[in-house]
């Protein structure tokens, strides 16, 4: 079974910065793209970052490009998010998503996962 779970949320002042970290464990294969998701109350998931787990290529929201940086480490079978200049429509609740052991999977911010963390709230103050 597929596990993801997040750490590092919080509350920043704005301008601030957090690193977002997503544990993945029970995989057999390699997920050919992983990500980060946000939400707030009332409004559609919204994909924030993704990363091509095999080339490395990233990919972002124009709202967060510039200031979020995602990542991974693959020895420790963890995904980051580094978030700069924080602002106050960045307070969400943040998951980590994974998508299915398809080929040529189509990889980008909004790509369509399967498996999901349980999320990790940031909130950003004025």
């Known amino acids: 079974q597929v596990q993801l779970v997040e750490s590092g949320g919080g509350s920043v002042q704005a301008g601030g910065s957090l690193r977002l970290s997503c544990a993945a464990s029970g995989y057999t294969y390699s997920s050919p793209c992983m990500g980060w998701f946000r939400q707030i109350p009332g409004k559609e998931r919204e994909g924030v970052a993704a990363?091509?787990?095999?080339?490395?290529?990233?990919y972002y929201a124009d709202s967060v490009k510039g200031r979020f940086i995602i990542s991974q480490d693959n020895a420790k079978n963890t995904l980051y998010l580094q978030m700069h200049s924080l602002k106050p429509e960045d307070t969400a609740m943040y998951y980590c998503?994974?998508?299915?052991?398809?080929?040529?999977?189509?990889?980008?911010?909004?790509?369509?996962?399967?498996?999901w963390g349980q999320g990790t709230q940031v909130t950003v103050s004025s």
């Open positions: 990363i091509s787990t095999g080339g490395g290529s990233t």
């Open positions: 998503a994974a998508a299915p052991p398809l080929r040529n999977f189509y990889c980008y911010a909004q790509f369509r996962a399967t498996y």
